[in-house]
């Protein structure tokens, strides 16, 4: 797996931004996280070595845009060459996760036919709101890939009217960070078994730092959120 961030800032737009750990991270050097800059490993997917071969090796899985969104205006004049790299590096997959669903068609490249065949799509969708407005959007769009991610969960969520065929997987998580809003276990489970009546892959991805599970609220520390989310027994697989 490789970490591509071809650029880095972002605007929050709405209650799942609010505690963004892109944020918490700047804010530990002073630096401004609205300020949408190009990064110096922008051309990462198609640097060579000096035999000419990519520096990134075929069938290698690209983490996109991880410290901004991939769809944020302010990046508008840098994605026509991102998609050409991603076209070009049509042997290593691509993912992006993004909260701004609604500007994927206004941004798409000319050849995007119904996708391309290497790219996957994650739309978040913190609580019911978010879903009821993002989800009819990203289900009407030209996507060969596409996950809803449930990331941070603030509220019980009904995503029974948005689950089909289309979605590969709803990934769940908590919120990480020292103000970390409650996770409770009970809206897991509840999304968990909407799942399994589609016959969708469910992953339960990390706890959050605080997990609410039978009325009691347990502080999870940021190293064992992963791991205990699996030690939940609750993943599926189609």
Request: charged content about 30%; hydrophobic content about 35%; aromatic content about 12%.
């Amino acid at each position: 797996m490789a970490d591509w961030n071809p650029w880095h800032g972002c605007q929050k737009i709405s209650a799942g931004c609010t505690n963004c750990y892109v944020y918490r991270m700047d804010a530990k050097y002073n630096k401004d996280s609205t300020i949408v800059t190009k990064t110096s490993s922008f051309r990462l997917p198609v640097i060579r070595n000096r035999a000419g071969d990519y520096k990134i090796a075929s069938g290698e899985m690209f983490w996109t845009c991880f410290t901004s969104d991939f769809l944020i205006e302010k990046a508008d004049e840098w994605r026509t060459e991102a998609w050409r790299m991603i076209r070009e590096r049509s042997d290593c997959h691509f993912l992006f996760i993004t909260k701004r669903i609604d500007r994927l068609a206004k941004v798409l490249p000319e050849d995007w036919g119904n996708g391309y065949e290497n790219v996957t799509i994650g739309c978040t969708c913190e609580n019911q709101d978010r879903a009821d407005f993002r989800l009819p959007i990203f289900l009407s769009l030209p996507i060969r890939h596409r996950f809803i991610a449930c990331e941070p969960i603030l509220e019980k969520i009904d995503f029974t009217a948005h689950l089909s065929d289309k979605i590969e997987e709803v990934v769940v998580g908590g919120e990480s960070g020292y103000s970390a809003r409650i996770c409770d276990y009970e809206w897991v489970l509840a999304i968990r078994e909407q799942c399994q009546a589609k016959n969708i892959p469910f992953t339960f991805r990390q706890t959050g730092a605080r997990l609410r599970k039978d009325g009691k609220v347990y502080h999870i520390e940021r190293k064992l959120q992963h791991s205990q989310a699996g030690k939940a027994g609750i993943n599926t697989v189609k």
